[in-house]
């Protein structure tokens, strides 16, 4: 029996996602960006004119191993954000999902096989030989694209972030750190003499410690000086303690896995789970005869209903999912996201009732297809911010990594899932049989939004905040 090829990619990720995680956090974001670009590329062509079906998943399990790039963008995302523009940035990346699941297909479907479908009375031998190099060749321009703009990019990561036309350097940004903070001090002390200090126009001198430095800047270079040191602060005291094993020596390979880490990367990856499995299980639903509970639709009927979810989740990203995620934070996000997903499951088999009111079964399936998108949004990217947020900037890609490595495992596994409980359910022959793979994921939802509630309130808000410095300052 030959192994899904669909599966190989995926299952090849889960492998090595966690260790590009790690390999960007030492070496920087930006040449691994290139390489897993470049990657992609090259393995898109040899695909385009491979003849063999061994040969199709030698590639896509090697092109698999060597591809980082989801992490680390990820990565970058997180790097890049705070927690007033977490919404915004990994809202980004669910725009993009969106574009490609909408804007692949197409492009696909228009270049393979060019000779049957155009019916060309004169075509080029290769591709009479490769009937799909040209799809191929597209993924591979696209991938290119992504490498010239990772050649482009700036470094986020901020081991690797090295400012040069900085005023300041980071370590004169600690020491003014420090002696703005012995300046409060002083204030709180002699409260008198504080408005007359600040008049004077920023001089900051540190008369307690042994060291005197002495910096002329402006009130307003003071004041950004001082919001610059609060980002910089650890906002809980897990970072705090990390920091502190790391300076003690006791810091190692893994010590950066906590309950925290290991949660929010198991929601993400039962998040993705729930929503592969149904990826699997609606087409094979909407394709069924309707004896065995399916809707005997085309697949052209499919993939229009498909293509208005992926049009539906690019307006909801745009327009509406950084309103909400402001209003409730990206843990009711999660939460709500999961949560509305129950009855879209439940809604999906009810449409083969409708068989003999095609309109309303329509109205139906294209209603819960744009709720799907809409749970899919809010649901993923509250995860990606959560998963965000329990890492420390010094470990954003390891962490990163490992929720990567989880939901690959099941992004390999959830087709066969899906299949399995499919030509289970299909089998059978009580009423409303069709309804039983559908619950199989109401109940995975269920098991994921119960899982929620073990994740803290503090994961809402950055664990930390690397430091950062303007280089137009």
């Known amino acids: 029996m030959l192994f899904p090829m669909a599966s190989l990619f995926p299952m090849a990720q889960f492998c090595t996602s966690m260790m590009w995680g790690v390999i960007s956090d030492k070496t920087g974001r930006k040449p691994w960006l290139a390489f897993g670009c470049s990657v992609s590329a090259v393995s898109a062509l040899l695909l385009g004119v491979c003849t063999t079906y061994k040969g199709a998943c030698y590639l896509r399990f090697f092109g698999g191993l060597l591809n980082g790039t989801l992490t680390i963008t990820k990565s970058a995302l997180a790097d890049l954000c705070d927690g007033t523009n977490q919404a915004k940035g990994f809202g980004i990346l669910n725009l993009a999902w969106g574009i490609g699941s909408v804007t692949g297909p197409v492009i696909s479907g228009l270049l393979a096989q060019p000779c049957v479908q155009y019916r060309m009375k004169h075509c080029l031998p290769i591709l009479e030989v490769h009937p799909f190099l040209l799809p191929c060749v597209g993924a591979a321009v696209f991938s290119i694209t992504g490498v010239i703009a990772s050649l482009s990019f700036k470094e986020t990561n901020p081991k690797q972030y090295r400012p040069m036309n900085s005023l300041f350097t980071q370590a004169s940004y600690n020491k003014i750190s420090d002696l703005a903070h012995a300046e409060d001090q002083q204030r709180q002390s002699q409260e008198g003499e ?214 690959s495992f099941f992004r390999a596994n959830g087709p066969a899932i899906g299949g399995l409980v499919w030509s289970y359910s299909s089998g059978k022959t009580f009423f409303l049989h069709q309804f039983l793979a559908w619950n199989f994921v109401v109940m995975l939802s269920a098991l994921t939004y119960g899982l929620s509630f073990y994740l803290p309130s503090t994961l809402i808000k950055p664990k930390c905040e690397p430091f950062r410095v303007d280089e137009n300052m």
């Open 194 to 407: 504080s408005a007359h200090e600040e008049s004077k126009g920023g001089v900051l001198a540190n008369k307690s410690c042994k060291q005197k430095l002495i910096v002329v800047i402006s009130t307003d270079e003071l004041s950004s000086l001082k919001r610059m040191t609060e980002s910089k602060a650890c906002r809980s005291e897990e970072c705090g303690s990390s920091t502190r094993k790391k300076e003690h020596g006791q810091h190692t390979w893994f010590s950066w896995i906590d309950r925290n880490v290991l949660l929010a990367s198991l929601c993400y990856a039962m998040t993705g789970l729930v929503f592969i499995i149904t990826d699997e299980l609606f087409p094979m639903f909407g394709a069924a005869s309707k004896s065995v509970g399916g809707l005997n639709f085309s697949s052209s009927a499919l993939g229009l209903i498909l293509g208005e979810g992926g049009v539906v989740l690019c307006l909801y990203t745009l327009l509406l999912y950084p309103k909400v995620s402001r209003r409730l934070g990206p843990l009711k996000c999660f939460r709500l996201g999961i949560l509305s997903t129950i009855p879209i499951w439940i809604c999906f088999p009810m449409s083969s009732l409708l068989n003999n009111a095609p309109f309303l079964q329509w109205c139906l399936l294209l209603f819960c297809t744009a709720a799907r998108s809409i749970s899919a949004c809010t649901a993923f990217t509250g995860s990606l911010i959560l998963v965000s947020n329990s890492a420390t900037p010094e470990n954003m890609g390891a962490v990163t990594g490992l929720s990567h490595s989880f939901c």
